[in-house]
């Protein structure tokens, strides 16, 4: 990977984290709902026994999420590399269903996993997490296209 295919990776991937993030607050502020990634990754943590104090697993929860969003956009990059569907549209819109089918069964497997549960709607999040992961998905693309 050139150290340009490198930079236009970790921006997108940047990017469309904080596209999607925003639009978690936006929604979870505007309803009321905990819908917050890096605040229920936290939740995560403390099931783990990851971090000492709160604010340290705040910090680590935020690093968590940009590098989730990192490991996705690598991902993205290696099935744009192989260009397998022609059709860019349907490209976009099959990485954009996986990736939030991916997004759906990943929060699935941390709440289980997690001993110290949220107090959220679990459906209305699930619903939530799949149209932020499409939204980053159609972030990243564009983004990746406009560098």
Known sequence: MSLYILFKVLLTSIVAT???????????????????????????????????????????????????GLVLLIGYQLYWSVDIIENPWLNLVLLAIVTGMIGVVSWKIIFKICTYKPQIDFKGYYLHIFIVHLIFTVTATFTYLLL
Not at 34 to 46: G, N, R
Not at 55 to 68: E, M, T
Request: charged share 10%; hydrophobic share 45%; net charge positive.
């Open 18 to 68: 904080s596209v999607m993030t925003l639009m978690s607050y936006a929604v979870s502020n505007y309803l009321k709902k905990l819908y917050k990634e890096p605040i229920l990754l936290q939740y995560f943590l403390i099931s783990i026994n990851v971090g000492n104090s709160s604010k340290q697993r705040s910090y680590i929860s935020w690093v968590l999420h940009y590098a989730i």
